[in-house]
């Protein structure tokens, strides 16, 4: 039998990743501030062309269409079978060696179907609840998690974090010459979890839907203000029509889609998409698109997502592959060590590791008698984020001792157990923007901090043993409060910071916060310092919103015309290396100014039952790619 397996990383999870990144039937949106055509103020007027005319003009260029699982098992057939799967289950992790060896047998698809329990349900880890089961409301990993089976899209990224469109819904794409068009042919074989079939006419509703400025989706929006119009001009054809010629758009191009039929006439009295009764039947039974449905939801507890049989079956002919796991079981635990147990006792398949745990919990016959244990490293990096608002923080010299004053050794080898690479930057090793030649890193120099700090007048002038300095003829004392999420590890490298800064007379202290707390304090600017986070994106131009003046996520403030030009240059330049040059550029003037400490780059530490087979590292863990979790399954043998 052909295996028709494809893998989808749709809207939901592609949103994440990048961090960014009326129909011609005579059909009319009715909702919210939309008029008949489509338009409101959350759009500008346009006049789509004919197709005719559109073929005429754009010359098109065919761009990938991709069964994922298809190139995943090519690269895995080109790779060497460390050790037998017997073999590197009997390992315990203790190397890089045993690493390698336990990816190597336990990453491979299946020989055959008859290898797999499609039946089996996997038991998956969500360290917080989904905020919502419409993918419009998406904001969080887990929402990701979570959406991901269940959504439909048309376009994915791969391990290498190259964009292109899933077989599975695509049967082709093109882009015009001039970059302005996207044609996308979608198959005629996609249908709603109600029956309804998925058109062109949904993408465009969920385009003019989503661009609605009454409809409060910050996340889902980001990147669209980039994307003038999508248009349907049949059941399965649509073109996206870009403002401009950039290099970014096929980020731009993916968003979620939601059934125009359920939506098109309830927006307008409940713009949320949540309060009215109506839409909360939807929250709680959501018409989807993807292999997945939603069966279950108890608030803070579970999530229960069942294969759909209309998915891969239709009119008896196989037309897709089977999705390997019968039912998908979300478990919300947000304390990790009940986490940790709960994976013990069989009641978990799989879950991240903070470091303490993998080195010190993961170790015993408990741990190994279910599971097993991997890492890989990924594109996320750690930091101190300084308010450049506060005049604490607004000179570059105190900001640089800052850095000159973290204690790397004891947040990198006692604290994170040597497990972390200090981060150098925004871009790590592999990144196609990374610095050409490795950047020196920070160290702590005490020393070099206060002549720094002294430079920059903060000195102890009344002899209290706090420095202070006179500003706007006030004398300010150099004390501050580094706010964190509410967890140990995060707590205790704020604490060494604050211990770091004791020395050289400025007072810190830390205040953990709960995170939608934290996050709201961060858009506001009403902090002075932060410990966070950040996954770098898929394209380098996702960080733009992190240092360009005044955009969304600048929460430290960070103002550099220089930067600013040269976003707006590599946005506009269609070659690759010559984009490099742009972003290497960017992220040495960001390292010379130290907005931010940067800590380290995170690796994923990942426990799995000895079961699950498939799992393999990108830049965005196991999961957030193509295949990623489709590839995963359970084995049929015990």
């Not at 990383?9 to 009319?28: K, T």
């Not at 590791?353 to 993961?362: A, L, S």
């Not at 205790?492 to 800064?501: G, R």
């Not at 780059?601 to 990623?628: C, D, E, T, V």
Request: proline content about 6%.
């Amino acid at each position: 039998m052909k295996d028709y397996r494809s893998s989808r990383v749709f809207g939901s999870v592609l949103l994440l990743a990048l961090l960014a990144a009326g129909c011609p039937s005579g059909s009319s949106s009715s909702s919210s501030g939309t008029g008949a055509d489509g338009t409101h103020p959350g759009i500008e007027p346009f006049d789509p062309p004919t197709l005719a005319e559109l073929d005429a003009e754009a010359n098109w260029q065919d761009q990938p269409v991709i069964d994922a699982m298809d190139a995943y098992r090519e690269l895995k057939a080109s790779e060497p079978e460390l050790v037998s799967v017997q073999e590197a289950l009997k390992l315990r992790n203790n190397s890089t060696e045993d690493n390698d060896k336990i990816l190597s047998a336990l990453s491979r698809p299946p020989a055959a179907d008859s290898d797999v329990n499609f039946d089996a349900e996997i038991k998956r880890h969500l360290g917080g609840d989904i905020n919502s089961t419409n993918p419009f409301m998406q904001s969080s990993t887990s929402d990701a998690d979570v959406l991901g089976p269940t959504g439909v899209g048309f376009f994915s990224i791969d391990w290498k974090m190259d964009p292109f469109a899933p077989k599975d819904t695509v049967v082709s794409w093109q882009t015009s010459e001039n970059k302005l068009y996207d044609k996308i042919v979608m198959r005629k074989d996609l249908v709603w979890s109600d029956g309804k079939p998925i058109t062109a006419h949904d993408v465009m509703f969920s385009f003019q839907t989503l661009m609605n400025p009454e409809i409060p989706i910050p996340a889902a929006r980001t990147g669209m203000d980039k994307v003038r119009w999508v248009q349907a001009y049949d059941d399965y054809t649509f073109v996206i029509f870009h403002k401009e010629s950039l290099a970014t758009n096929v980020w731009n191009c993916s968003f979620p889609i939601i059934p125009k039929h359920i939506y098109e006439k309830s927006i307008a009295d409940d713009p949320t998409l949540t309060d009215s009764d109506y839409h909360q039947k939807y929250e709680q039974n959501p018409v989807v698109g993807g292999p997945y449905k939603v069966t279950k939801r108890v608030k803070g507890q579970e999530i229960l997502l069942e294969r759909r049989e209309e998915w891969y079956m239709q009119n008896g002919k196989q037309v897709r592959a089977k999705p390997y796991y019968k039912q998908i079981r979300f478990r919300v635990i947000e304390d990790s060590t009940t986490a940790r147990l709960a994976l013990n006792d069989g009641q978990l398949d799989e879950m991240e590791f903070q470091p303490r745990q993998w080195v010190e919990q993961t170790n015993d016959d408990a741990f190994y008698k279910r599971n097993t244990k991997v890492r890989g490293v990924q594109w996320v990096y750690y930091y101190f984020g300084w308010n450049m608002k506060t005049p604490l923080f607004s000179d570059v010299k105190v900001r640089q001792a800052m850095s000159y004053a973290t204690n790397y050794n004891q947040i990198l080898n006692t604290l994170c157990y040597g497990l972390y690479e200090q981060a150098t930057g925004e871009f790590p090793e592999g990144n196609w923007a990374a610095p050409l030649k490795p950047r020196t890193p920070y160290h702590q120099d005490l020393a070099k901090a206060e002549q720094l700090l002294n430079e920059a007048g903060w000195t102890d002038s009344d002899g209290d043993g706090i420095r202070d300095k006179k500003i706007n003829g006030q004398l300010v004392k150099f004390e501050f409060q580094i706010m964190c999420a509410n967890e140990q590890l995060r707590i205790d490298i704020c604490t060494s910071l604050a211990e770091s800064l004791s020395r050289l007379g400025i007072t810190c202290n830390v205040q953990p916060t709960e995170f939608t707390v934290m996050q709201q304090r961060a858009q506001e600017h009403k902090f002075q310092a932060m410990f966070g986070g950040w996954g770098t994106g898929a394209d380098p131009s996702t960080t733009e919103n992190l240092w360009k003046t005044d955009e969304s996520r600048n929460y430290c403030g960070y103002s550099n015309k220089k930067v600013d030009e040269l976003f707006a240059q590599a946005l506009h330049e269609l070659d690759q290396s010559k984009r490099a040059e742009y972003y290497r550029e960017i992220d040495q003037i960001l390292w010379d100014d130290q907005p931010y400490t940067w800590l380290y780059y995170r690796s994923g530490f990942f426990g799995f039952n000895k079961q699950l087979r498939g799992y393999m590292f990108s830049p965005r863990g196991p999961f957030s790619y193509s295949p990623g979790f489709d590839a995963i399954w359970t084995t049929a043998t015990p």
